[in-house]
């Protein structure tokens, strides 16, 4: 680490030189501008002006190259943060086409600019200060939360249709969980930071790890939605209303969970963690009730969801975990 001393000049401005192996390294020279983007915890980041940025580009040869293969490829140069990705062969396969075009929609920015027999190319249009690391959480919360209540909903009414949405609900978290990923390995690699003047290098590392059990807590309504779409017959009411209930109560614990984190508030982080411990018998006793239930076929069933809601639950004092630790840095 090298230090420098503060100076001033012009009786009004302070001034400090900057290490000429870094300079030189990220092209700075005499006239080029900088910007100086000051941070919450007080640092100052000095970043290059990124007017005519070289793009990043990855060139992929898929001959030969496995579906599977060539999906798990591209998602990782997304997640690298290449701007531009080129897949080239003597002849690019139909099936090669469409596993490029589905990727694409599963995740937020690139589009597909060209494509030919022997060529395709997608470019990533997103602008990162589109949707700041922040935003992109509340909007999975938000998501998430609304997979909950209609998966539910589904399971009472046993509306098939809905559950079907419910399900394909579930790419758009997927797609907000990948940017956030992308977001923050950028920010590692020394990229800059959207929205700088408001979020943390430390903060950034609090919302991605929140990000995760957001991810998880929509694959559990998705999970209730694909029983809900295969029931053949209606819930037992008494059940169903506990059911109902026990996810109130969960979904509540969660909303509160995620509140704890943007306000940085510990009480209602441990008020969450706590609750959610005391629901451990709750969950106890609706199992047991459905034990009694005629059918082996709704045992099963119900079983799945009560126990998607206990771990929905566990999410939510995960987040509140990260509420507790993000904001202990404020004490």
Request: glycine residues 6%.
């Amino acid at each position: 680490m090298e230090t420098r001393k503060v100076q001033q000049t012009g009786g009004s401005t302070y001034i400090i030189s900057l290490p000429k192996q870094w300079a030189e390294k990220v092209g700075i020279k005499t006239g080029v501008r900088v910007s100086l983007q000051a941070q919450p915890d007080g640092k100052l980041l000095i970043d290059p002006i990124l007017e005519g940025r070289e793009i990043k580009t990855k060139r992929i040869d898929v001959t030969g190259c496995e579906v599977n293969a060539l999906e798990r490829d591209i998602i990782a140069a997304y997640l690298y943060g290449y701007d531009r990705i080129e897949f080239s062969s003597k002849r690019i396969l139909a099936e090669q086409k469409q596993v490029i075009r589905k990727v694409c929609y599963k995740l937020i920015g690139p589009e597909i600019i060209e494509e030919s027999s022997n060529c395709v190319v997608i470019q990533d249009l997103l602008n990162p200060n589109d949707l700041p690391i922040k935003k992109g959480v509340h909007r999975m919360f938000l998501i998430a939360g609304s997979m909950q209540k209609d998966a539910i909903r589904a399971l009472r009414t046993a509306d098939h249709d809905l559950a079907i949405d419910v399900s394909q609900r579930d790419d758009e978290v997927d797609r907000l969980s990948l940017l956030i990923f992308k977001q923050f390995r950028s920010i590692l690699c020394g990229g800059r930071m959207p929205d700088s003047a408001e979020t943390s290098i430390g903060e950034y590392h609090d919302f991605r790890m929140a990000a995760s059990p957001l991810e998880r807590i929509a694959d559990h309504a998705q999970r209730i939605a694909n029983v809900a779409s295969k029931l053949q017959q209606p819930v037992r009411e008494n059940v169903m209303e506990d059911i109902e209930a026990l996810n109130d109560t969960y979904m509540e614990l969660v909303k509160q969970a995620v509140d704890s984190l943007f306000d940085a508030n510990t009480s209602l982080a441990n008020k969450v963690i706590d609750e959610v411990d005391d629901l451990h018998a709750r969950v106890e006793k609706l199992h047991a009730s459905i034990l009694k239930l005629e059918s082996h076929e709704i045992m099963i069933s119900l079983g799945t969801v009560v126990d998607s809601l206990s771990r929905i639950g566990d999410l939510g004092s995960n987040i509140a975990e990260i509420a507790i630790n993000s904001a202990i840095i404020d004490k």
